[in-house]
């Protein structure tokens, strides 16, 4: 089976995905992200490159898809956000796997 790639965030945070030919959504509000997400799943999509502006209005999008074993979210810097959210959930999983940070 071929899986799809989307990027979902506000136009000018996509738009780099949209020039390599990403699929692109902008976001419904609150809850309806998570709704959104699932019915992209259901049609095939399978790697989310997520705004963290859309991911701090839904921080249980990430936990929800960890056990998935094929839908992967990865939450980009947005144009005026710190790139910390990605950062700290890599540092946290690379501390699960190895017992110690070592980033």
Known sequence: MRYKIAALGQ??????????GIDTYTPESGNALSR???????D????FFV???CLSENPALLSSYDHHP??????IP????EPSLGLERIQSM???ALGQNIL
């Open 11 to 20: 136009p000018d945070e996509v738009f780099p995905f949209l020039q390599i």
């Open 36 to 42: 959104q997400v699932a019915s992209l799943v259901k």
């Open 44 to 47: 095939g999509y399978a790697l």
């Open 51 to 53: 705004s963290q502006s």
């Open 70 to 75: 094929s839908v992967t979210i990865v939450p």
């Open 78 to 81: 947005g144009l005026d956000s």
């Open 94 to 96: 690379v501390e699960k």
